[in-house]
């Protein structure tokens, strides 16, 4: 158990629809990471919040939103959702997230289905 | 970040040592070398991580070449649940996102 949770494990939705993923960090965490994983793209690193603020931007498609509270959760919203958004999305959270040693925990994933 | 290079797969016996081989001839003076697996059905998980010296803890060993363009990752005795895909990851010490940036990885497939 890495300390991560993530809320739902599951989804399933039509297109069209937005739905939202809950992470909430490792006590005394201060960053989370949102990744995708699908079959056809592997791993690929979404957007990076840190203490609130948005630290870094990847590959997120404009119809992806994210936010940190100040609880350090982090949700990620997904709108006007594609048969192709289907997909593993993992949260992971680091002590600081500044330095290239700081070791990222992953949570257990929710798995999107669009039909 | 630099570029790593791994095989998309590997063979192993239970019980027996297993060498997991990582090519990053471009990697720079700053990039830590970090080793992340991912088990059947979970979410990535940290191995090791080293810069110039070889690193050992409880699940594996790092031994990087002294030149640092490749290294390897040592599990010493691989158990069924050592099955996974293995990523090698390079982070630059002054990455200020933080992020991780994976490749295919190594599937390791371990018999019994």
């Known amino acids: 158990d890495s300390g991560v949770t993530q809320t739902p494990k599951h989804l399933i939705t039509a297109t069209g629809q937005r739905v939202t993923l809950r992470c909430s960090p490792r006590?005394?965490?201060?960053?989370v990471y949102w990744y995708q994983q699908s079959l056809d793209q592997g791993l690929q690193f979404l957007i990076q919040?840190?203490?609130?603020?948005?630290?870094a931007k990847g590959n997120i498609l404009e119809r992806f939103s994210a936010q940190q509270f100040p609880d350090l959760h982090s949700e990620l919203n997904l709108s006007s959702l594609e048969l192709g958004d289907s997909a593993l999305y993992f949260c992971?959270?680091?002590?600081?997230?500044?330095?290239?040693?700081?070791?990222?925990?992953f949570g257990p994933g929710t798995r999107l289905t669009v039909l | 970040d630099a570029k790593t290079t791994q095989p998309n797969s590997m063979e192993s016996n239970e019980e027996e040592p297993v060498h997991l081989p990582c090519n990053h001839s471009?990697?720079?003076?700053?990039?830590?070398i970090h080793w992340y697996r991912q088990l059947p059905s979970q979410g990535p998980e940290y191995v090791i991580h080293?810069?110039?010296s070889n690193v050992n803890n409880r699940m594996a060993s790092l031994a990087i070449a002294e030149d640092r363009k490749s290294s390897t990752l040592i599990l010493h005795r691989a158990t069924l649940r050592d099955a996974a895909v293995y990523y090698c990851?390079?982070?630059?010490?002054?990455?200020?996102?933080?992020?991780?940036?994976f490749g295919g990885g190594t599937r390791l497939m371990v018999k019994p």
């Open positions: 990851i390079l982070r630059d010490e002054d990455n200020a996102g933080n992020m991780l940036t």
């Open positions: 471009t990697i720079s003076g700053t990039d830590y």
């Open positions: 080293g810069l110039t």
């Open positions: 006590s005394g965490d201060l960053s």
């Open positions: 919040y840190y203490n609130g603020e948005e630290r």
């Open positions: 992971a959270s680091s002590r600081l997230g500044r330095e290239g040693r700081d070791t990222q925990y």
